[in-house]
Structures are given as structure tokens and as C-alpha cells.
């Protein structure tokens, strides 16, 4: 079966999940957790890695993409975690259950110990990009959606924490090292994959491969990814002493990084 005809516009799957969530609901004690949650970074290329392993025929998606139950659901309890994922395909070859919620890396101090309390065996995955260009990207992708009307370098140059303690998003989500930090201390590092998203991109095909082995799956080809899961990135002209600021701001976090993953290749500029 091709996949992507399982793609629906957000107002039809919640449509139909709406009509049918009495029949979750009572079945959620037979349907399986997560085995496997992309984790983060958000703009990192997790969309792509989610609609790829979609594809795969072992692979037991979560009905939505980011489900975001152990950073803003957890009051609704396990059994409604549950519902997001399939039933019956746990018994005609699905192996992995997958839920990507790229937020959960952001929100590691509160995420991982809620993780790990309900799936301690489960394959984490992280990509990381740049963080001055994920920083850029994010601000792009708000101005796309009309979320954000400030210039590039009031939104961006800005601390990235105020005197009140509010954060500034866009510059907080680039501190890998200490988010990660916090995984690593409940989840065994062979339990966590960290790629570099520009790596992903350059050589998606190696990628692939690689997550396919580190999940246990028996290794596909690249899927062809249809024209509604080919997500557009958004473009911002920023000028040059905002790129310059953003990098300073992460030279000490980026070297941080680079002692705690010493194999992963940290971005040069």
C-alpha cells in the first residue's frame, strides 16, 4: 500500500478521530507506546525523518505527528496516550511504534523524566542543526505564519532571557547542550541518536540507513515523499550583524556540545 494516499488534510484526521475515539478509547489498553520518539530539534528536519520512517513497513505511526503528551497532555494520563497509536498492525509486522514531538528536546527538564518513567527501552532520536541558522528558520517560519511582526534584529538579538525570566524561544531552543545533558541523564547514550541536520539533507539516503539500523528496522529505500509531505522552509532576510550576534551567542553552548558528543561534528561557523 503507497503510504502517502494515508495522508489527510488536519481537519479530516481530526474529524474522523473525533467520530471513531470511543473505539480508541476502549481498545487503548491493547495498542502499544512508543518504542521510538523523534525528539527534537524543531526546524531541524524532523518533519522530513517522520514522513520518511512513515513509509516503512515495520514502522507503527502515531496518528498525528507531534502528539506532545509529556509536555502538555500528561494530566490525560497513559490510556490516552495510547489511542494515538494503531492496533492491529503491532500483529501483522509492525515492530516500531514512532511518535515524533520535536518539542520534547526543548522541553527536556520536564519531558525526560515523564519519558523515562513510562518508556525507559525507548530509541531516542535527535537532529541538530546549525543553531544560528534553526534560530533564523524559526523566526522565518513565525513571520510566514503572521505570528511575529518584529524585524529579524529586535526578535533575534534580543537576551535570551529578559529581566522577568521570559524566554526568548528562538535563541533558547539553539542550547543543545544542556537539553541533551538532561536526556542523557535518565536514557543510556546507545539509546539516543544524534545526526546533524545538515548532514541528513546532504546525504539523506546514508541518513536513512542509519536510523533504519539504530531502530532495528530491515533497511528500505528512500521513500519518494508526496507533495503535501515535502514541508517548505521559510525564508527571512536577516541582516549580517544579526548572523554575527547569533554567533557569538552560541560559540560557548556549540563548544559545550562538543564536549559532551565528542564525535559529533560541530558546525564551523
Known amino acids: 500500500m503507497d503510504r502517502s494516499l494515508l495522508v489527510r488534510p488536519r481537519w479530516m484526521r481530526g474529524a474522523l478521530r473525533r467520530v471513531a475515539y470511543p473505539y480508541y478509547w476502549l481498545t487503548a489498553p491493547l495498542r502499544p507506546l512508543p518504542s521510538a520518539l523523534i525528539i527534537g530539534t524543531m526546524k531541524g528536519g524532523t518533519s522530513t525523518l517522520n514522513a520518511w520512517l512513515r513509509h516503512h513497513t515495520q514502522v ?35 515492530c516500531c511504534a514512532l511518535e515524533a514531538t520535536p518539542a520534547y528536546l526543548y522541553r527536556a527538564p520536564l519531558v525526560m523524566p515523564r519519558m523515562h518513567a513510562l518508556v525507559p527501552e525507548a530509541r531516542l532520536i535527535v537532529l541538530l542543526r546549525n543553531p544560528v541558522a534553526r534560530a533564523i528558520s524559526h523566526y522565518g517560519h513565525q513571520v510566514q505564519r503572521g505570528v511575529e511582526t518584529r524585524s529579524a534584529s529586535v526578535a533575534l538579538m534580543s537576551p535570551d532571557l529578559t529581566a522577568k525570566g521570559k524566554p526568548n524561544h528562538y535563541k533558547r531552543r539553539g542550547l543543545y547542550a544542556e537539553q541533551i545533558k538532561q536526556v542523557l541523564s535518565l536514557y543510556p547514550r546507545e539509546q539516543l541518536l544524534v545526526l546533524r541536520s545538515e548532514d541528513f539533507f546532504a546525504q539523506p539516503a546514508e541518513a536513512y540507513a542509519r536510523v533504519q539500523e539504530f531502530l532495528g528496522l530491515s533497511p528500505e529505500p528512500l521513500p519518494p515523499l508526496s507533495p503535501v509531505e515535502n514541508v517548505g522552509r521559510a525564508k527571512a532576510s536577516i541582516p549580517t550583524e544579526v548572523r554575527e550576534h547569533l554567533g557569538e551567542f552560541y560559540r560557548e553552548p556549540n563548544r559545550q556540545l562538543s564536549e559532551l558528543l565528542p564525535d559529533f561534528p560541530i558546525w564551523s561557523e
Open 60 to 94: 507503527m505511526f502515531s496518528a498525528i505527528k507531534e502528539v506532545h503528551y509529556f509536555n502538555d497532555h500528561y494530566d490525560r494520563g497513559e490510556r490516552w496516550y495510547r489511542t494515538y497509536f494503531p492496533l492491529w498492525e503491532q500483529w501483522i509486522g509492525g
